[in-house]
């Protein structure tokens, strides 16, 4: 099973590595405009958050495929916070706790959006499926909150939030929601187990 979640683990890391690099070409230069207009790390990392919120209301009405697309473009105002940081030599401890900070209540705002739509329209699995969602994502976070807290490094896993965000933006513009939240509980809770598992063999090492 773990020999399996590593395999799954290293594909997701690959393609993950490589979008990441290439959205770094991109995330450069904007983020030197920005900080040549005068915007702070921060403040961008609060409008990521704020934006996100607005295309929760979108997704709460039920307009799944306006509110994927305008997910990718927030996903690229949250990346591009840390980038600025880097370029402006801002980098601060606050600030990488501001961001995680507010990246969670954005997935909060997205998945409660889900579940309020689902409500809405009496379909109880998936106000299942969307709760889940969130709860099994919060935990993978927290599991590498709580790992670092003790001094251990933690960010493996096969769904990081990016991957996450990114089963969720193909769910909503393919309108096959319902799968990807599927995708998002399954894989979310395997991450978060998968963490503890790396958590308990890093302080089982440094022990030995």
Not at 43 to 54: I, R
Not at 86 to 111: P, Y
Not at 170 to 194: D, N, P, R, S
């Amino acid at each position: 099973m773990w020999c399996a979640g590593w395999h799954l683990k290293s594909g997701a890391r690959v393609v993950t590595d490589i979008v990441r690099r290439w959205l770094s070409r991109l995330l450069v230069p904007i983020a030197r405009f920005l900080s040549k207009h005068g915007f702070a790390p921060n403040t961008v990392t609060v409008l990521g958050c704020v934006l996100t919120a607005a295309v929760a209301l979108v997704l709460a009405g039920g307009r799944q495929r306006l509110a994927g697309a305008l997910l990718t473009l927030t996903l690229g105002v949250d990346a591009v916070d840390g980038t600025l940081a880097r370029v402006t030599g801002q980098t601060t401890r606050f600030g990488a706790f501001l961001d995680s900070t507010l990246d969670r209540w954005a997935e909060v705002f997205i998945f409660g959006a889900l579940v309020w739509y689902y409500l809405k329209a009496h379909q109880d699995l998936a106000v299942m499926l969307a709760t889940a969602a969130m709860a099994f994502s919060l935990l993978v976070s927290y599991t590498r909150a709580r790992a670092e807290g003790v001094g251990l490094k933690c960010n493996e896993g096969v769904l990081s939030r990016f991957e996450r965000l990114a089963v969720l933006i193909a769910g909503l513009i393919l309108q096959q929601l319902v799968a990807a939240l599927w995708i998002i509980c399954a894989l979310a809770a395997f991450t978060a187990l998968q963490r503890i598992w790396v958590t308990w063999q890093s302080d089982h090492y440094t022990q030995s």
